[in-house]
Nanobody
Framework: VQLVESGGGLVHPGGSLRLSCTARGSILSVFSNYDMGWYRQAPGTQRELVAS???????KYGDFVKGRFTISKDNSRKRVILQMNNLESEDTAVYYCKSTAGNEEKWGQGTQVTVFS
C-alpha cells in the first residue's frame, strides 16, 4: 500500500487548504479497517498528531486545532481528507498521512503547508 498526499501549498493567514491522502494498492475492504491520521512536523520540532479517524468514524484532534480542521474518510475512494480553515502561521509544516492496521504502519511522503503574511 502506498499513501499519496496532495493539496498542500501557500496560503495567507485565515485561508483554507484541503489535504487529500489516497491509499493506492489497497483493496476497499482492507482500507475501511484502517485507522487514518494526519500528522505534521515543522523544522526543529517533533512530529505531532493533527487529526485521526478510526474505522468507526471516531475522530481525534490535536489541542491546537481548536475546531479549525475537520478530518473525514471516504472508503469508496480509499481516501482521507483534512479540511483546514482559518490557518495560522504556526500551522506551517510538512503534513504526513499515516495508516495503521494492527501492527502495520505506513506513512506518506508528506506535503508542505506554508502560511505566510
Amino acid at each position: 500500500v502506498q499513501l499519496v498526499e496532495s493539496g498542500g501549498g501557500l496560503v495567507h493567514p485565515g485561508g483554507s487548504l484541503r489535504l487529500s491522502c489516497t491509499a493506492r494498492g489497497s483493496i476497499l475492504s482492507v482500507f475501511s479497517n484502517y485507522d487514518m491520521g494526519w500528522y505534521r512536523q515543522a523544522p526543529g520540532t517533533q512530529r505531532e498528531l493533527v487529526a485521526s479517524i478510526s474505522p468507526y468514524g471516531v475522530t481525534k484532534y490535536g489541542d491546537f486545532v481548536k475546531g479549525r480542521f475537520t478530518i473525514s474518510k471516504d472508503n469508496s475512494r480509499k481516501r482521507v481528507i483534512l479540511q483546514m480553515n482559518n490557518l495560522e502561521s504556526e500551522d506551517t509544516a510538512v503534513y504526513y498521512c499515516k495508516s495503521t492496521a494492527g501492527n502495520e504502519e505506513k506513512w506518506g511522503q508528506g506535503t508542505q503547508v506554508t502560511v505566510f503574511s
